[in-house]
């Protein structure tokens, strides 16, 4: 009896024993498997990080290293497919820059778009590839919000997915992270995988959770890095081509003063920017006439100066043997008024000289009123505004009537200065303007000494208003001297 007990208790042992081992055995091959999973996911990941660096160097534009991070993210981890969305500062949006060929669906899905995909692949494609995200709400928004990576084996379980359930998206594991570059949010990464809905088949592991952070984290620097030299080089082409705009337009400014025998001209042109919307002219009437012209359009920059190309190529071409200024300005104003946006205009003036005689005829287009300084009347200066009313704002008939010639007379030692606003309305450290009365007590203590005294000295007397303080606008100066 005892040697049965004996012998059962052996065998139940020898049984227990057995199970033991073959479960220890299970245990050991599978912690083995996983191991080896772990360092093939880990060589992958080295291999990812090489490349990355290697794309980096040999071509950094954002499309390139778009489609680097996200098929190299979805080999590493074994995926399905990925996705990359960028943010948009100026939306607030995540726009989607980079699909896999086998897609990622991490948004939300209609009904008709199920229906119309299951018969039609391609408008799934469409839908992921033209479709934005709220940077605000939302799953694939909350890693960025969080600034931390998410991972849910069910997409459509998730409490912030808003979608309902369909064939491309259930049972789909997705994992999400932020893309950060210092303080700077990029976008977000989002990898997808399918899987059975089983226990022993969920998906990602808490390994690619991991490895998927950290392929997050050196992606953000790529991108950012890749942002920043992109950023730098359309910097460097924007401000060549604004040196070429800008050497282009003082090639249309006046080299020289005219000849004139009875008259002395002096100019200066001084742009805020690389490219201006001032513009002046020395314009041939005929053999006794001169014209000068002065412009500023209401603006800065390249669409102010190609506005300023054209008024000088249409006044240009209307200006000989025309000895009416108005004229010019008339035929400008209805040749360019269908051609300039709503919100801009021009301001111009237009002057006639007659070498032979002191008479002189201007127009003035809403521009600022001209300074004649009378040297018989020991310096006195009077502001001459007739009316007028900027070019492009009106279609003809009301410019056509406002915009009138004014005849005037200058003697011997006379100088009549032409200014725009930039001059009168320079700042100082207290942010006061230079003003027109300091611009007319500037002109009375220099025009005794002639056209190119006034504009030296009004140049310096604008540099010592304003100290060191940046010129936040184009000044124009042109001064005529009667001798």
């Known amino acids: 009896m005892n040697n049965f007990i004996y012998l059962s208790i052996i065998t139940l042992l020898s049984v227990a024993f057995a ?3 073959q479960r220890m055995r299970k245990k050991i091959d599978l912690l083995s498997g996983e191991k080896e999973a772990i360092e093939i996911e880990e060589h992958r990941m080295f291999d990812f990080l090489h490349g990355l660096s290697a794309s980096l160097q040999e071509d950094s534009s954002p499309p390139n290293m778009h489609r680097y991070i996200v098929n190299g993210v979805i080999q590493v981890i074994n995926a399905d497919a ?3 969305y960028l943010l948009d500062d100026a939306t ?3 726009i989607p820059v980079c699909l896999s060929k086998q897609l990622a669906p991490v948004i939300p899905l209609s009904a008709d778009l199920v229906n119309k995909a299951t018969e039609n692949a391609n408008s799934l494609r469409s839908h992921l590839t033209l479709t934005t995200a709220s940077a605000d709400a939302g799953f694939l928004s909350k890693a960025l919000i969080d600034e931390k990576p998410i991972h849910t084996n ?3 379980e998730h409490p912030l997915f808003e979608g309902e359930n369909n064939p491309f998206q259930e049972n789909l594991a997705v994992m999400t992270a932020p893309l950060i570059y210092g303080e700077k949010k990029i976008g977000v990464l989002a990898v997808t995988k399918h899987h059975s809905g089983q226990p022993e088949d969920q998906g990602f592991t808490a390994n690619d959770g991991d490895v998927f952070a950290s392929l997050a984290e050196q992606s953000s620097f790529a991108l950012g890095s890749a942002i920043i030299h992109s950023d730098a080089h359309e910097k460097r082409q924007l401000e060549q081509e604004l040196r070429n705009a800008s050497e282009i337009q003082r090639i249309l400014l ?3 003063s005219p000849g004139l025998d009875n008259y002395h001209l002096a100019a200066t042109f001084s742009a805020a920017k690389l490219v201006s919307g001032d513009y002046y002219d020395y314009v041939p009437v005929d053999d006794h006439h001169c014209g000068v012209v002065i412009g500023d359009v209401c603006g800065k920059g390249i669409p102010a100066s190609l ?4 008024c000088r190529s249409v006044l240009r071409s209307n200006a000989s043997n025309e000895f009416s200024p108005a004229a010019v300005l008339h035929a400008l104003n209805r040749l360019i008024f ?7 205009f021009i301001s111009l003036l237009y002057l006639i000289i007659k070498d032979d005689s002191g008479e002189a005829v201007m127009a003035r287009a809403g521009h600022d009123p001209p300074l004649l300084c009378h040297h018989d009347q020991g310096g006195e200066i009077e502001i001459l505004s007739p009316a007028g009313m900027a070019a492009g704002i009106d279609m003809g008939d009301v410019f056509d009537r406002i915009v009138q010639d004014y005849q005037f007379t200058l003697k011997k030692g006379d100088v009549l200065l032409l200014y725009t606003d930039g001059a009168t309305e320079t700042l100082d450290a207290d942010g006061e303007e230079f003003g027109v009365q300091r611009l007319s007590d500037v002109l009375h203590d220099s025009y005794q000494d002639g056209a190119d005294a006034v504009i030296a000295n009004i140049l310096t007397t604008l540099k010592e208003f304003s100290g060191n303080d940046q010129q936040n606008d184009d000044i124009t ?3 005529v001297e009667k001798r």
């Open 19 to 21: 199970w033991l081992y």
């Open 82 to 84: 990925g996705a990359l």
């Open 92 to 94: 607030n949006e995540l």
């Open 154 to 156: 069910a997409l459509t």
């Open 254 to 256: 006046p080299r020289t």
């Open 307 to 310: 506005i300023m190309a054209m």
């Open 338 to 344: 269908p051609d300039i946006r709503e919100d801009m």
């Open 477 to 479: 100066l042109i001064a």
